[in-house]
């Protein structure tokens, strides 16, 4: 049973980048069955996607965030990393990896974009 | 990008159905039928309960369907019950490879 476990500094000063690291156990993120994902929620408030990384490498982002972000993955510790540059107080949040499960669309496409397996997030807050 | 709009609260009696709404535009929810739908307790992470505009992962009951016209989204919940009060949140594959997610809906069980 693939489990996710989200970790990194709980606040960061303003200006600074935040480093999150997501360790995935009981299923490798090179398979490429699934994507991975980051997604955010400041307290009280909704879901915002970050962006995601696929089993080869390859990214895409919130195109908000797009700037500022980079997702990777270390596929010899299994783990995702997210950056996230001059951060500010509106980047507080509790932020959440995932796994991104696919479907097969026309011409045999796959589309990854349901997420089936969620850490129990971790909270960053921006603040001097 | 702009997110999905769902209402911000619904209720209903034990019992009855609810629906949620979820309206995108022709770049997201008009686009394709990639539409999935999470529940989240407090302090819980959300949960997939459809995927695929209207199939269930295993586990999921069959009180919650979903369906889908145009840019609008569903999801009615049959035989409201206590445990099924929550927020929900509506999401759509983009044409710009993204995802995005609506606002959320809380749902309270009278």
């Known amino acids: 049973q693939v489990q996710l476990r989200e970790s990194g500094p709980g606040l960061v000063w303003p200006s600074q980048t935040l480093s999150l690291t997501c360790s995935v156990s009981g299923g490798s993120i090179t398979r490429d069955s699934y994507y991975w994902t980051w997604i955010r929620q400041p307290a009280g408030k909704g879901l915002e996607w970050i962006g995601r990384i696929s089993s080869s490498g390859n990214t895409d982002y919130n195109p908000s965030l797009q700037s500022r972000v980079t997702i990777s993955a270390d596929s010899s510790r299994n783990q995702l990393s997210l950056r996230l540059t001059s951060v500010t107080a509106a980047d507080t949040a509790l932020y959440y990896c995932?796994?991104?499960?696919?479907?097969?669309?026309?011409?045999?496409?796959?589309?990854?974009?349901?997420?089936?397996?969620w850490g129990k997030g971790t909270t960053v807050t921006v603040s001097s | 990008q702009s997110a999905l709009t769902q209402p911000a609260s619904v209720s209903g009696s034990p019992g009855q159905p609810i629906t949620i709404s979820c309206t995108g535009t022709s770049s997201d929810l008009g686009a394709y039928d990639y539409v999935a739908w999470y529940q989240q307790y407090p302090g819980n992470a959300p949960k997939l309960i459809i995927y695929d505009v209207r199939n269930r992962p295993s586990g999921i009951s069959n009180r919650f369907s979903g369906s889908k016209f145009g840019n609008k989204a569903s999801l009615t919940i049959d035989g409201l019950q206590a445990e099924d009060e929550a927020n929900y949140y509506c999401s759509s594959y983009t044409t710009s490879l993204s995802l995005v997610f609506g606002g959320g809906t809380r749902l309270t069980v009278l």
């Open positions: 995932a796994r991104v499960d696919r479907t097969e669309g026309y011409w045999g496409k796959f589309y990854y974009y349901y997420m089936d397996v």
